[in-house]
């Protein structure tokens, strides 16, 4: 009997033709971001001779994305890469609700409930998260918010929910 592993191959789903499946598919969401800048600029005004209009940029950047994102693709195809890697959506997913928290509780709660509120939204998105520690880093960044906003920058932002301010 022999110590040493078998290694069973891995049974993919894919076409033998994608050999670097995360180039490939990498390479793919660029070009649907690409195509999205391209429709998203189509009804701006565009160049005329030497004078920028206000879609020449998203439509230059959005053709160079396009061309990486084929070339990227391009190389999932000819060359062999790693396998397509498994995905965590715990942070992201955290994060963004936590930005949707901020967006949607500024205005009825005002800042300082709102930014503790989404800091300690966005701490959930990992395991490791010590809540000794987050509370007081969600502190001092609450802290230096309101500092910062009202009376460094001059923004008149509310502060705390307006059934306080009455």
Known sequence: MSDAPSHVPEQSIL???????????GGLALVAIALFALWA???????????????????????????????????????????????????????????????????PMGMVF???????????GTHETQWKETFIVGVCLTTGCA???????GLPLQMLPAFLNR
Do not use: C, K
């Not at 000819?78 to 955290?94: D, I, N, Q, S």
């Not at 500092?147 to 920058?153: D, K, W």
């Open 41 to 107: 600029s189509s009804d701006l005004q565009g160049m005329r001779g030497f004078s920028f209009g206000a879609g020449t940029a998203p439509r230059m950047f959005g053709v160079l994305l396009l061309a990486l994102g084929a070339g990227i693709t391009l190389v999932g195809i000819l060359t062999e890469g790693p396998a397509l890697a498994v995905y965590a959506w715990r942070g992201p997913l955290f994060v963004a609700l936590s930005v949707l928290t901020f967006a949607v509780s500024i205005r």
């Open 114 to 124: 709102s930014a503790m509120a989404s800091f300690m939204i966005a701490a959930l």
């Open 147 to 153: 500092l910062l906003f009202p009376y460094a920058l």
């Open 15 to 25: 076409p033998d033709w994608i050999r670097g499946p995360q180039d490939f598919f």
